[in-house]
Every structure is written in structure tokens, then in C-alpha cells.
């Protein structure tokens, strides 16, 4: 039930920025990130749940905690890099930083 609250969200979200792009543009891009910010709020207990469970994991095998905490770091910073970038190229090609 949960995926639905999250693609009712998205697409509302949707709805909103592309009828906010064509009055105030520069609007639409903190309309996706407060959708963002509230999707990724709802997910956060999923997120803890699959945390522990990898903590569960590493404490079985046996395997450093440090070394999946590293992973998970590298995998966070490049899921962001890859965002902030898809906001550039958007910036740059709709022309909202002029």
C-alpha cells in the first residue's frame, strides 16, 4: 500500500511541475525536491529495515562493518552525484540559471 501513497505523490508531484514550468520555471526544480524530500521521508523505514538487515548479515559471515559501511557511502554519493548532475544538464538546457 505504501508504493501507492509513493506513485500517487510522484505523479502529483509530476502534475505540478510541468504546469509550474510553464508560468514559473525556476519554481519546478524545489517542487521536485520537496517531492523528494517527502518520498524519501516515507521510504526511510524500508531503508533502516534493509540497513539492519545487511548489519545481520555482516555480523553472521563475519565480514568488516567498516567495509560495508564504505560501500554504502560510495553507493549514497554517487546516487547523489548522478542527481545533482541530471539537474545541471537541466538547468543548463532549459536555461534557468540565466
Keep these: ?38 518520498i ?11 540497513i539492519n538487515l545487511l548489519n545481520s548479515f555482516t555480523n553472521k559471515t563475519s565480514i568488516n562493518t567498516t567495509f560495508i559501511a564504505l560501500l554504502l557511502k560510495i553507493t549514497g554519493i554517487a546516487i547523489l552525484t548522478e542527481f545533482a548532475s541530471s539537474i545541471c544538464k537541466d538547468c543548463r538546457r532549459n536555461c534557468y540559471c540565466k
Design 40 to 50: 524519501l521521508i516515507m521510504v526511510f523505514d524500508k531503508i533502516a529495515s534493509i
Design 1 to 38: 500500500m505504501d508504493i501507492v501513497k509513493i506513485i500517487g505523490i510522484g505523479l502529483v508531484s509530476l502534475i505540478i511541475i510541468i504546469i509550474m514550468k510553464q508560468y514559473k520555471p525556476e519554481f519546478a526544480v524545489y517542487v521536485a525536491l520537496m517531492a523528494s524530500a517527502l
